[in-house]
């Protein structure tokens, strides 16, 4: 079974930087789509960003200019460069990777989710 860890949230001021990262646990045949997620208390969870296999990027309006998603195949990894955060980003976050198995059968995967708290 595959599992995607996270990694890399914390407790940040206002106007800082994170950065969270998002491995896959083994060997992948072939992963497609990566996205970030994230949810705050009381609000569902909405898309952050998306990237595609060849590496082409979608990002919600809220966090256009400011947060950057990118991906290392070789590592099976994703990861959401965040800059200039602000208290209304406070949220956990979760990664999303669309994964094809030997077997040609392709599902969706889920992080643990990683905590990220702005202080304004």
């Known amino acids: 079974q595959v599992q995607l860890v996270e990694s890399g949230g914390g407790l940040v001021q206002a106007g800082g930087s994170l950065r969270l990262s998002c491995a896959a646990s083994r060997s992948i045949f072939r992963i497609g789509v990566m996205a970030w997620y994230r949810q705050a208390p009381e609000k569902e969870r909405e898309l952050v960003a998306t990237?595609?296999?060849?590496?082409?990027?979608n990002y919600a309006d809220s966090v256009k200019g400011r947060f950057t998603i990118s991906r290392d195949n070789a590592n099976n990894t994703v990861y959401l460069q965040m800059n200039s955060l602000k208290p209304e980003d406070t949220s956990v976050y979760y990664c999303?990777?669309?994964?094809?198995?030997?077997?040609?059968?392709?599902?969706?995967?889920w992080g643990q989710g990683t905590q990220v708290t702005v202080s304004s």
């Open positions: 999303k990777m669309m994964i094809e198995s030997a077997l040609g059968r392709w599902g969706s995967y």
């Open positions: 990237i595609t296999s060849s590496s082409s990027t």
